[in-house]
């Protein structure tokens, strides 16, 4: 059932992403987080001295999937329909069954009747011509011409068009029509988007065979072939057919025709009666922010075999967890309480047509109910309480008003792509003082942002007393808050090392956020820390493995790094796995001498998973980072031009290859390719920071320092352009200027260590010793246990 390669898309949301997206996916792919030369050649991280060996973890053992004695294969969904009636019709009328189709006079909502839409900086026609639908828009070079649409993509409450392009590419146009007002929109409004910006509808981060199409098909394989570089995209059938969710199902089919007592029923992982992992974990493959690690998924993996889902960091999420950027459903649910006490997608919402279980506030009152009991017995209802939810006595608003709707209060939510409201589901209880606090949006001051926020927050008071959310858990050592705790390690305040330390040695943390907070761990080094990252490493959750090789890598010294990490090179996980080989890479070939075979497995696993994606600019300069640290240098090149070639506006894979020229003895082949992309990118900080490192190998010193200024006026927030800059003042005698960028920086960013120990560096030299001790007091509130200041 395979279809013609004109159908070609990526994978995580429907259509054209907001720059935030583009630029989150791209730091997801890049795997190799830290590798990137022009940073590390010039960052100085002080590393904790060695501490006292903690015994390595054990290995996790796999849970072993349902075995079938030969792979199952895609069959046709109407063969579904004879034994699955109901089902099949319920999947009918949902928006999955219509999640993408052929363009028809039925199927296209838009208005194709020669309209002109004029946008921020371009305008567009929509018309209809021998029978096909077409729109005339600025292609890559800037110049207007008419491309077919291929697909529809969506329904509601927008329609995105999918349109054909050379190499069987399918690119989402940034024009969609809204199928409630009528009219057609752009999807990043204000943002100025022309044939020169990375986020124009020809570029890769609008091409929908790696960002969307994986969601909208079933059975879908991106087939890029480097050498043509063009897709052959493939999928079974056109919408997210029932084996999307439950795999192929040939030898269900042969079950049926003779069914027996197998409780898989012949399916690799029968969703019928699974654990809520496997089920959130289903849904997650395209119900979350993730990056794809092979080319399609297989059902009997975990999620962490065939993607890498973003923690919860602070650009996709607010401080206490709630959604910020568009990240979908995943990350909320698996951090909340529901899903702790064993709630699934599927006691919410029907699995087949996608719609809730029941209207208003119904759904929620199946636990939440005058009995105190939910719905299922293998839901935890500890903690229920027998009471009318749905009163004005509970939720103080009028019957039938949006204040009484549970939604309105512990799902509150944001619009997407404009018109696209989506509930944040980590079901969370409203808080407005402590919101305010915090800086964080909340329920009551978001509905009721027309009235004082301090009148808000003490009419809650008044109707809920003392809110469950502030009350402090019954210990003598009471775990923080998470939000709170996050505040603390992300700013920099007083007793951030402590709040993250006793926050994670909590049991009761959702992985995702204890994932979370191991990112946050290598910020503060110490002998706890170092402990408590070596801990998670043996965690059940493979998302707390990553984090936690992430973050050994950054606390424990190299020759410590071996040990703790090796039994994570056969991780059940394949996420894990990668990880942890990239991290072994980076020691000196001498600690690495007892476990070569061991990881070069694992590093040949790294490398298919960057060829697996060899459509992405970012995963090439992956496999260039991975040659150069495993002495291939000859391999090294193609990757970067390869990069380059995939997209070449990825300006970190140009300022690698001008690097990798110098070092070769080809200055002015660099010199001219830098040089080159300044012209083109005269905004870029990275390229003019780029420059200033490539002046100081010279002996340039002026010039350099001339081109580190203009590296922070263009990126006046990046912290490494700014600390580079300070270094490059001191050295040329400006002491009192280095100081001041590092003050500056160190104002935007307390957290910068390397900043901090820096400055107090310089300003010991001037002899400024009280400002050295107000510097080093502040990193002792922030971790006293900081290796730096037993050399005080």
């Not at 990375?198 to 890029?224: I, S, Y």
């Not at 408590?532 to 973050?551: F, G, S």
């Not at 995963?619 to 070449?648: F, G, I």
Request: with cysteine.
């Amino acid at each position: 059932m395979s279809k013609p390669d004109k159908k070609k898309s990526p994978n995580a949301a429907p259509g054209p992403l907001a720059r935030r997206i583009y630029l989150g996916v791209a730091c997801l792919l890049l795997l190799a987080s830290g590798g990137a030369w022009w940073y590390v050649q010039n960052s100085t991280p002080t590393l904790p001295p060695a501490l006292p060996q903690t015994p390595p973890p054990t290995a996790i053992k796999p849970v072993a999937p349902i075995k079938v004695d030969k792979p199952a294969t895609m069959v046709a969904e109407q063969q579904c329909q004879g034994c699955h009636q109901g089902q099949f019709q319920d999947w009918q009328r949902s928006h999955h069954q219509r999640a993408m189709q052929e363009p028809t006079a039925e199927t296209v909502l838009g208005n194709f009747s020669g309209v002109t839409f004029k946008g921020t900086t371009e305008t567009t026609r929509f018309f209809q011509k021998d029978g096909a639908f077409w729109v005339n828009t600025p292609g890559a070079d800037g110049k207007p011409a008419d491309f077919k649409v291929a697909y529809t993509f969506g329904i509601e409450p927008l329609q995105q068009y999918l349109l054909e392009y050379p190499g069987g590419r399918l690119q989402a146009l940034g024009v969609a029509w809204d199928t409630q007002k009528k009219r057609w929109f752009e999807l990043m409004p204000g943002e100025r988007i022309d044939h020169k910006d990375e986020l124009h509808w020809t570029r890769p981060a609008q091409n929908a065979n790696f960002m969307c199409v994986e969601c909208h098909t079933t059975g879908f394989k991106r087939n890029f072939d480097a050498q043509t570089d063009s897709f052959a995209s493939r999928w079974d059938a056109l919408g997210v057919g029932c084996q999307s969710c439950h795999g192929p199902a040939s030898k269900h089919l042969e079950w049926a025709a003779r069914p027996d007592r197998d409780s898989a029923k012949g399916f690799d992982m029968p969703l019928k009666g699974s654990d809520k992992v496997t089920l959130v974990e289903t849904c997650g493959r395209c119900h979350a922010r993730r990056a794809p690690l092979a080319d399609g998924f297989e059902q009997k993996h975990r999620l962490m075999d065939d993607y890498l889902p973003s923690n919860l960091t602070r650009e996709l999420y607010q401080l206490d967890g709630k959604i910020k950027d568009e990240v979908f459903e995943y990350g909320s649910f698996v951090q909340s309480k529901m899903f702790a006490k064993g709630v699934k997608c599927t006691d919410c919402h029907n699995p087949h047509s996608g719609e809730l279980k029941a209207p208003g506030n119904g759904v929620c009152l199946q636990c939440h109910n005058t009995a105190g009991k939910p719905t299922r017995p293998e839901i935890d209802g500890s903690g229920l309480q027998a009471k009318n939810y749905d009163s004005p006595e509970h939720h103080h608003h009028q019957p039938g008003t949006p204040g009484a709707q549970c939604t309105s209060c512990h799902m509150p939510g944001k619009f997407y792509m404009v018109n696209d409201y989506r509930h944040d589901h980590g079901f969370t209880i409203p808080n407005p003082l402590h919101a305010q606090k915090l800086g964080t949006p909340d329920a009551c001051l978001s509905c009721h942002a027309d009235k004082a926020s301090s009148k808000v927050a003490e009419q809650f008071r008044l109707w809920y007393a003392s809110p469950a959310a502030d009350k402090p858990a019954p210990s003598s050592n009471p775990a923080p808050r998470y939000d709170d705790t996050v505040a603390k390690a992300r700013d920099g305040l007083p007793g951030a090392s402590r709040a993250l330390h006793l926050l994670l040695e909590s049991a009761d943390l959702p992985a995702i956020r204890r994932a979370t907070l191991l990112a946050e761990l290598p910020r503060y080094p110490s002998q706890r820390s170092m402990e408590l990252a070596a801990i998670a490493l043996n965690n059940k959750e493979p998302q707390v493995r990553h984090a936690a090789v992430e973050a050994v890598g950054q606390l424990a010294p190299p020759q410590q790094q071996a040990s703790l990490l090796l039994p994570r090179l056969s991780d059940p996980v394949r996420a894990v796995r990668i990880a942890t080989a990239w991290q072994l890479a980076q020691l000196p070939p001498q600690l690495r001498a007892g476990f070569e075979s061991m990881l070069a497995k694992g590093l040949e696993e790294y490398e298919s998973v960057q060829l697996s994606l060899a459509e992405r600019a970012e995963a090439n300069l992956n496999r260039a980072l991975l040659y150069q640290a495993t002495n291939r240098a000859n391999e090294v090149e193609p990757a970067l031009r390869a990069a380059l070639k995939r997209n070449p506006g990825f300006l970190p894979a140009l300022v690698s290859l001008s690097q990798w020229l110098e070092n070769n003895y080809r200055t002015d082949e660099a010199r001219q390719l830098l040089d080159e992309a300044i012209r083109q990118h005269p905004k870029s900080g990275l390229l003019q920071h780029a420059r200033g490192l490539a002046l100081v190998r010279k002996g340039e010193r002026p010039q350099a320092l001339a081109a580190f200024k203009e590296a922070v006026r263009l990126s006046p927030d990046d912290d490494q352009f700014r600390f580079v800059l300070a270094i490059a003042l001191h050295d040329s005698g400006q002491q009192e200027e280095a100081s001041k960028q590092l003050e500056q920086l160190l104002k935007r960013n307390p957290t910068n260590r390397s900043a901090r120990l820096t400055l107090a560096d310089y300003l010991r030299e001037s002899g400024q010793m009280q400002k050295v001790q107000m510097l080093m007091a502040e990193l002792e509130q922030q971790n006293p246990d900081d290796p730096a200041l037993r050399r005080e």
